[in-house]
């Protein structure tokens, strides 16, 4: 990749037709038209351009699959303003990776389309027989799953609605199913629906709900999904900021381009996935992704170690009034919480995998959330409580209960999070709780402070769970310490019980 250059004035507004006067950037290897499309992609995030994107580009510079370009799709609004950005730019997206030994930027070119923000539309794209693999970035809340059983939330008012109008749909797992009709009585093969979020065994997750919606409308249809199509998991991961104006202009000034949706992200990218694509898939071993017989532990690992660490310094990051996840990370009290809390407590829950080693891989999470350039926020960590706690921490908790093992430093977390859901910091500057719970979580924390049980009742969170009384003692007691005597100490005596006990 070209690294970055000194800043100029001069800028190339990215399209199609200007990629032969960039020159601060590396640049797609094949045209346009040696494309056609195989995958459609629910989702189109910052997330997804800079990770599943870029492999697909490798793959394609070096002249393997070109069949199997992208179009983008999505039913939100956030999907439409997406689509108006990118068909400006016709579908380019340029990828500045955030290495401290050097800023290097790429033009990807592997999305070729977008459908208009529109069910039948989406549909229609899905029907075509050359589209083999649907995949998805819907962000974990997006798979409509029943936080106090696990399982598919059939009462979901969505998914109510979509199986009244099988016909007329309007959420994504209902625009599959409609597009899988189709094709099943047009005579063609199924597509292959690949989750690319983060969810523990995201393909089994994606499988409950696509057959949960379908027995509710057409239970004889379900059983031909549950027969015909592949919903392989995957473990994904590359940390990847929100865009803002810092991007922007960085990729202006430092690469000479004006892009309208830029991606910025770690210089690392790793994609473990199960080898179940009965209709096909792309080659992509031959640029770094590693095809397993079972994906589970992979998952398990990062979704408890990396993303159970980002929640981990979130809160008490917040807290303490810190803006960027690398100025957090440079505070011994941070930095040692995650450090105790995974060593102690998470990393014994993660079962072995041959050939890795977790203290290793912990290590490197450490320094990539420490990176300073990626730019990563505190406030990104912190969004949608309610429905990343249930994924990276919970499970986490529960392995512990079941253990009969200390989870001190998980009822710290717990209690963290819950004293940020009261919305202030430490020193007393209110904050907005950006999560669909906002209201009911804000509500329960303040009762919290009296009543800790007030937090940990809300089901549609904690489930059963907060019931579980070595749990609910733990955080009783690390709550209370976190009102009474501020952050920085009760992170102290953690750490200081923690090396003690080593």
């Known amino acids: 990749m070209t690294t970055a250059t000194p800043a100029t004035s001069a800028t190339t507004s990215l399209s199609l037709s200007t990629l032969s006067d960039i020159t601060g ?18 989702g189109v995030g910052n997330f997804h351009r800079a990770h599943q994107i870029v492999y697909l580009d490798r793959l394609f510079n070096r002249g393997l699959d070109r069949d199997w370009a992208v179009i983008g799709a999505g039913v939100k609004p956030y999907d439409a303003a997406m689509r108006e950005r990118l068909k400006r730019q016709d579908w380019l997206s340029t990828v500045v990776e955030l290495d401290p030994g050097g800023l290097t930027a790429r033009v990807t070119g592997a999305m070729i389309d977008f459908a208009e923000v529109d069910p039948d539309a989406i549909v229609a794209v899905l029907e075509r027989p050359e589209i083999r693999i649907v995949s998805m970035t819907i962000t974990e809340g997006g798979y409509y799953v029943d936080a106090t059983t696990g399982g598919f939330d059939a009462g979901h008012p969505e998914m109510v609605a979509d199986a009244a109008n099988p016909d007329a749909p309007a959420s994504s797992f209902g625009i599959l199913l409609k597009a899988l009709r189709r094709r099943r009585a047009a005579g063609t093969a199924p597509f292959t629906v690949m989750s690319c979020d983060n969810l523990p065994e ?22 031909w999904v549950a027969e015909n199509v592949a919903f392989p998991s ?36 790793q994609w473990v996935m199960e080898d179940r694509f009965p209709a ?20 398990l690992m990062k979704l408890r170690i990396l993303n159970g660490g980002h929640a981990a310094i979130a809160y008490p990051s917040a807290l303490l009034g810190y ?50 350039e990626v730019g990563d926020t505190i406030p990104r960590l912190c969004l949608d409580g309610s429905n990343r706690q249930p994924k990276f921490i919970l499970p986490t908790v529960q392995a512990r209960l079941e253990a009969n093992a200390d989870l001190a430093g998980l009822a710290l977390e717990v209690a963290l999070w819950c004293r940020y859901c009261a919305g202030t910091a430490e020193d007393g500057s209110a904050f907005e709780i950006v999560d669909e719970r906002a209201a009911e979580l804000t509500r329960r924390a303040l009762a919290a402070r009296e009543t800790p049980q007030a937090f940990l009742d809300f089901t549609p969170v904690f489930g059963d769970l907060g019931r579980r009384q070595p749990f609910a003692d733990a955080f009783a007691r690390v709550l209370g310490a976190l009102w009474a005597d501020g952050v920085r100490p009760v992170l102290t005596r953690y750490i200081e019980s923690g090396a003690a006990g080593r």
Not at 25 to 42: C, E, F, N, Q, S
Not at 204 to 213: D, E, F, Q, Y
Not at 239 to 264: H, N, Y
């Open 25 to 42: 950037a590396d640049v797609p290897a094949y045209a346009r038209k040696d494309l056609t499309a195989g995958i459609v992609h629910l």
């Open 280 to 299: 096909g898939r792309p080659q992509l071993e031959e640029v770094g992704v590693q095809f397993v017989e079972d994906v589970a532990p992979y998952e």
């Open 323 to 372: 803006h960027f996840v690398h100025d957090a990370m440079a505070d011994p009290l941070i930095a040692g919480f995650l450090r105790t809390l995974a060593h102690a407590e998470i990393i014994p829950t993660v079962p072995p995998i041959a050939g890795v080693d977790f203290a290793a891989y912990f290590d490197l999470i450490a320094s990539r959330f420490s990176n300073p």
């Open 234 to 269: 995957s473990m994904v991961d590359c940390i990847t900021p929100a865009t803002s104006e810092r991007e922007k202009a960085l990729l202006r000034e430092r690469f000479g381009i004006e892009d309208a949706a830029p991606v910025a992200c770690e210089p690392f990218r």
């Open 202 to 223: 995201n393909g089994h997750v994606a499988r409950n709900t696509v057959l949960g919606l379908a027995r509710m409308s057409d239970p004889d249809f379900s059983e």
